[in-house]
């Protein structure tokens, strides 16, 4: 089996077969959670082919938002682009791909273990090591949900970019060194955290390798370049002083009264990571506010994220000054989690799963390198092949039934409002989405019965995170189909109040006083929609309405034009074409 495995070939084939064992129950799977931003809703993508060109001039969200932000990843939109033009938008050829390439990943992996460690690892090593990262649940949010090819794409091309720069060691070749540079700007053009690879390759090159000081400084120079190119071309494609409009909603640590106090809270975040590590009992797709309450700056918790903190580090340095793999593991992870910790800087989430994806391969390494170089399994190699094996088939057994919550929104927000009761962002999800679906319903009790569990999960969301804007939005609907103007007014208003640009909420504010003829209010409500958001539907087709009330009827028709392209089914702005269309004709 080494032998098979060892190959380049036998290491893909074996990395394939094993994703599709522990992930092919996705295939069938669902657009889930983030799909609908980044892929069902994102008009670059729809575009097809010519969607790769426009990848590379807007950040990744852009198509769906039309809002440039400081977000660039124009690989992984290139290739949904491809990917919707081959299959027409069908879910399984995405799942597929997600799976297929974590496979040739656990591939890569045992190649850039097998060649780089060949000297301080032996084969039963890297096989668990390798393992104990395809098994673990963790990744099952990375794999299952097909937004995240992103991350899998970053880990894939950092793993290609290591085995170039081991090649380049081997075999003193510059042509290694560019493909090295190369397949690191993938990565960063696949997600920018990847970045981090320009500081742990020095490491690797300087303590591990057999590269002279000379070459290791060659190999890092000419990653350090390419990171610098990276940044002047996303610099040039989107708005890098664009930064996310940060809100209690999508990180908690934003509600904190200072940086001192986020630092401490967010370093008490990287204990729950190392628990999810270590005990993934219960896992979910969101830990905003309150799921992990935050913690007092003086407190118990606080002094102990403080002291670990300090402790991890020291230990790392430590055994990095002994040249120990255990510590070049332990300082993969702790680097590749600093973007994503909410250390240095606040980011778009209090914590996710998906971000401990690449930072699990370093924890993985130093897990397995720990136990060996401890003095007490060094006479019980077998026992500790045993104890890593047998928690490989645990960890397996619980990716393999974490996969299943993944199916579609509503089987994966039903189960995480019970993995995560405290959180708004799962009672908002959840009654959204049960709000969508009594829509769809076949009879009026069933739609009747969902909404009324809809307006549960809402409410309890409010109560949770009186701030939630998008849950007063949502609530108001609600209170809209059935007939409570009033409280429906006094809900959007209460949005508007925390999220003034919310269009969605004075689109509806808008289209209730319409309906009370109080059409001074409804046009300004209609008009500010429009300027916020101009690629929603119900908004076009409202400001088509606004020039069509006035009889501005030639004004009107592009409106309405423009929401039938959005909703080729959209009633009102047919009605409006026509209307128009009928009134501008010659008698």
């Not at 008490?268 to 309450?293: A, C, G, H, K, R």
Request: proline letters at 3%; one cysteine or more.
């Amino acid at each position: 089996m080494f032998k098979l495995v060892s190959t380049i070939k036998g290491s893909m084939i074996a990395g394939v077969i094993l994703a599709f064992v522990l992930f092919g129950n996705t295939l069938r799977h669902d657009f889930v959670l983030d799909d609908g931003l980044v892929i069902v809703n994102n008009n670059i993508i729809k575009h097809g082919y010519t969607g790769v060109f426009e990848a590379f001039q807007h950040s990744h969200t852009f198509g769906a938002t039309g809002i440039e932000d400081s977000g660039y990843r124009p690989i992984p939109i290139a290739i949904f682009s491809i990917l919707w033009a081959l299959t027409g938008g069908t879910p399984f050829g995405f799942h597929l791909l997600n799976v297929f390439l974590f496979g040739l990943t656990l591939g890569i992996m045992l190649q850039v273990l097998f060649r780089g460690f060949r000297d301080q690892l032996n084969q039963t090593q890297i096989l668990l090591i390798t393992m104990l990262f395809a098994v673990h649940p963790l990744h099952s949010e990375v794999v299952a949900n097909v937004k995240e090819l992103e991350d899998i794409l970053q880990l894939l091309f950092v793993l290609t970019s290591w085995w170039f720069l081991i090649r380049f060691v081997e075999v003193q070749n510059y042509r290694m060194l560019v493909f090295s540079s190369v397949f690191l700007a993938l990565a960063m053009l696949s997600k920018e955290t990847s970045l981090m690879f320009i500081i742990v390759a020095p490491i690797y090159l300087f303590l591990f390798s057999s590269a002279t000081k000379r070459k290791a400084l060659i190999a890092a120079g000419s990653l350090m370049a390419t990171a610098v190119v990276f940044w002047g071309v996303r610099y040039v494609a989107v708005d890098m002083n664009q930064q996310i409009q940060l809100t209690v909603l999508n990180n908690a640590l934003a509600s904190l009264p200072s940086r001192w106090w986020q630092i401490v809270s967010a370093l008490w975040m990287q204990v729950e990571y190392l628990t999810l590590f270590f005990y993934p009992s219960v896992l979910s797709f969101d830990y905003s506010f309150n799921q992990i309450p935050l913690i007092n700056v003086w407190g118990m918790r606080a002094i102990a994220a403080l002291i670990l903190g300090l402790l991890s580090v020291g230990i790392t340095v430590y055994l990095l000054v002994e040249k120990r793999v255990s510590g070049f593991g332990l300082a993969f992870y702790l680097l590749m989690m600093v973007p994503v910790s909410n250390i240095i800087v606040l980011i778009g989430s209090t914590m996710a799963e998906r971000f401990a994806y690449m930072p699990s391969l370093g924890m993985s390494v130093a897990v397995v390198a720990l136990l060996w170089e401890s003095k007490f399994f060094q006479k019980r190699k077998k026992l500790a092949q045993t104890l890593l094996i047998v928690a490989s088939l645990l960890l397996g057994t619980r990716t393999l039934i974490r996969n299943k919550d993944w199916k579609s929104d509503e089987v994966l927000f039903a189960a995480d409002v019970v993995n995560s009761p405290m959180s708004t962002r799962t009672h908002m999800t959840l009654g959204t989405t049960l709000l969508q679906k009594s829509s769809r319903a076949l009879d009026q009790q069933q739609a009747l019965a969902l909404v009324t569990q809809a307006r549960k999960h809402l409410v309890t969301s409010v109560e949770i995170l009186p701030e939630n804007y998008e849950s007063h939005y949502n609530i108001g609907v609600i209170d809209q189909q059935f007939g409570r103007d009033d409280l429906a007014l006094k809900s959007f208003e209460r949005c508007l109040e925390i999220a003034p640009e919310y269009a969605l909420a004075l689109n509806n504010a808008g289209v209730i006083h319409f309906n009370r003829k109080e059409y001074e209010k409804a046009e300004e409500c209609f008009l500010s929609a429009y300027k916020i958001n101009q690629l929603n539907g119900d908004i076009l087709a409202n400001r088509a309405l606004v020039e069509y009330r006035k009889g501005n009827y030639a004004e009107a028709i592009p409106y309405a034009e423009q929401a039938l392209k959005v909703n080729p089914m959209h009633q009102g702005a047919k009605n409006m074409l026509a209307g128009a269309r009928q009134a501008l004709a010659p008698m």
